[in-house]
């Protein structure tokens, strides 16, 4: 069975500076995805940013980026210029991918993310 | 275009009662997902939807559990004799085909049993 770990319950951060998030996991699987989400008090679950596990490349979207150690099985999320706007809970997320379709989402338990002005 | 919707946003309900969340996933996708988040936790998965069918329902907690999605668009989730172990707020979520990896989320029903 496949877990996601996030060790961080509580993360604050001044606006414009740097905070990174971390997520490790474990599984046995050779073929999966890892997510970032955003949850606002809204309750919309917001994608932030994905790896395919298989591509060394770290991703990134604009402010977000990721660390992904496949050998450690880690994967943190860097916000950078961190903006009042990015106070949330975020979720990192695992998916297994197998025959070419996608499984469930298993998620951690969040780390909740607060940017002060 | 619309996105994943929910219905009710909140709903209150009496221990033992019946319940049913409704959701309307965005047009066109095939696969649906149920999930329920519990207070301080991330979301656990539920139940999958290919279509019409259940493709993976292990997630379902016990026999009180149940969910239809009959014209393989709206989908219920029904829950019988409610407890208070099963307040939590439940989403939903779509996928384009089996093989997107992206779900997309609606904004959840908190389901509070009293």
């Known amino acids: 069975a496949q877990t996601v770990t996030q060790s961080q319950p509580e993360m604050s951060v001044q606006e414009a500076e740097t905070v990174t998030l971390s997520c490790t996991y474990d599984t046995s699987e050779s073929n999966y995805y890892l997510f970032w989400y955003k949850q606002p008090p809204s309750r919309q679950m917001i994608l932030v940013i994905r790896?395919?596990?298989?591509?060394?490349q770290n991703a990134t979207e604009n402010r977000f980026s990721v660390n992904f150690q496949k050998a450690a099985k880690s994967f943190s999320l860097k916000i950078s210029d961190s903006q009042l706007g990015d106070t949330a809970m975020y979720f990192c997320a695992f998916m297994k991918w197998q025959g070419g379709s996608q499984g469930n989402l298993i998620f951690g338990k969040g780390t909740k993310l607060s940017v002060k002005p | 275009g619309a996105g994943v919707s929910q219905t009710p946003s909140n709903k209150v309900t009496e221990k033992g009662k019946y319940v049913e969340l409704r959701c309307d996933p965005i047009?066109?996708?095939?696969?649906l997902y149920w999930y329920r988040q519990s207070l301080g936790q991330g979301p656990e998965f539920l139940i999958y939807f290919q279509g019409t069918g259940a493709a993976d329902d292990s997630g379902l907690p016990n026999d009180r559990f149940f969910a239809v999605r009959p014209e393989g668009s709206v989908s219920t989730l029904k829950i019988q004799r409610t407890e208070r172990g099963d307040s939590a707020v439940y989403l939903c979520?779509?996928?384009?085909?089996?093989?997107?990896?992206?779900?997309?989320f609606g904004p959840g029903t908190r389901l509070t049993v009293l």
């Open positions: 979520a779509s996928s384009l085909t089996r093989d997107s990896n992206e779900q997309f």
């Open positions: 790896q395919e596990a298989y591509k060394q």
């Open positions: 047009s066109g996708h095939t696969a």
